[in-house]
């Protein structure tokens, strides 16, 4: 569950890689983990931790391009392209460096995906099937009655409940386009299946959390240090993790 907010939370935030930062977000919409409670009681809190993120990739956008690029390098030299080369063909030839806004061009909001949508013709638009005509059909959506007086509300989630302190009552969501993991990401996953298995058991959010600590990236320490420090929170989780 961790995983799929944090997916969610990094598309919210319009970013194409997953960070650790993005992981201890996925944490803080789960109201219902105990790693959740160990955030709160260090004074984090969901809405804190969005703006902080956003914040941290606002002044550090130039660095994560860099970041981006590193790694698209490493996995087309692996095909035998040297993304040095091309850049540099490409830079003499035309004058422009196609690694500006490197992760934009690969696929973020502001990147591919905004053209052209495949599956309708091209040309002006018109009047055929793929429009949507006026009246009635099956793609309206019903008037919801009134809610009577005193009537908490026909569906569960519509109620309160232990959810509203994290996430809120949307939940996960589907059809978004997913960001790739970082290296930090995946180093703190690494070092987080050591951990579990170090203590014997399944891989925890606790686990991960301290992965995240170990890793010690730029992105999650801001974060962290936004309300504490890495050594504390450190600290609470190993003496919770042996009660």
Known sequence: MTLVFAYQEAADLGH?????????????CNARSAVFNTLAEQGLTLAQAREVVREYHQANEADADNDRVDEDKEALAAIGIDLDK??????????DD??????????????????????GPRGRRGDGPWERRAGDGPWERP???????GDEGGA????????EGGRGRRGPRGGVRRPRFSKDAKTAITHAAVIARDADRELIAEDVLLGILTTGDAASKA???????????REVLQRADAQ
């Open 98 to 119: 196609i690694t500006d806004n490197w992760g934009k061009r690969r696929g973020g909001r502001d990147g591919l995906g905004r053209g052209h949508r495949h599956g």
């Open 16 to 28: 194409t890689t997953l960070g650790n930062d993005h992981l201890i977000l996925g944490m803080l």
């Open 223 to 233: 974060l962290i240090e936004s309300v504490t420090t890495v050594e504390a929170l």
């Open 156 to 163: 569960p989630w519509e109620r309160g409940g232990p959810w």
């Open 86 to 95: 091309v850049r540099e063909a490409i830079k003499s030839a035309f004058g």
């Open 143 to 149: 008037e919801r009655p009134e809610r009577r007086e």
